[in-house]
């Protein structure tokens, strides 16, 4: 075997967990999703870090929480990008439908992003959120503005009760500065 093909060979054996747990990591997410969708408290306590767990406790009613998660929650989403690390999976999410409509009233667009970590031999879920990705209004392209290059100069008045300037003089703005002559010598 080559030299150049024998570290390639090498450095996907080395990479190949990593991936893997990437994998594992998005099959725990869609487990999360699943129950989250439908309102399964139990369930989404299974795959949630302990930190998630006093994040999650904003209301005595857990139950009412998480039909109001699943609302929120966009029905279909697909994994856009990830980061992974050998404790760490971050995952970039793209979504439609849940509660947040687009300004034409159908279901809108949602990027989210999920945390993950590894806990023991497996994956727990530490963060997630989602956010309505509303593309920004058309506008208008500014219109240039020309100065009107005959119009009489404005004098600088100072601000009412603001002193003025001590020794310089009063003139108008735009206004050339009239010439002095040269002090006599």
């Keep these: 075997m080559r030299p150049i093909m024998r570290r390639i060979f090498f450095l996907v054996l080395l990479l190949a967990p990593w991936a893997a747990g ?11 999703h699943r129950a989250a969708l439908a309102a399964d408290v139990k369930a989404m306590e299974r795959l949630i870090t302990p930190a998630m767990r ?44 849940g509660a947040l409509l687009s300004p034409d009233g159908k279901p809108g667009r949602m990027r989210g992003k999920a945390r993950l970590l590894r806990e023991g031999a497996g994956w727990k879920l530490d963060y997630v959120e989602w956010l309505s990705a509303v593309e920004p209004l058309p506008f208008a392209p500014p219109t240039l503005v020309r100065p009107d290059l005959g119009a009489k100069p404005m004098a600088v008045q100072p601000a009412p009760g603001q002193p003025r300037a001590v020794g310089a003089p009063r003139r108008a703005v735009g206004a050339p500065a009239a010439a002095q002559p040269a002090p006599a010598r």
Excluded: C, W
């Excluded at 990437?22 to 999360?32: G, P, Q, R």
């Excluded at 039909?67 to 979504?95: F, H, M």
């Design 22 to 32: 990437a994998d594992e990591a998005e099959a725990l997410y869609a487990s999360f």
């Design 54 to 97: 006093e994040r999650m406790l904003v209301d005595r009613n857990t139950h009412q929480q998480a039909r109001k998660l699943a609302a929120i929650l966009p029905r279909s989403y697909t994994v856009s990008g990830r980061a992974t690390g050998a404790t760490r999976v971050v995952l970039n999410l793209d979504g439609m439908g």
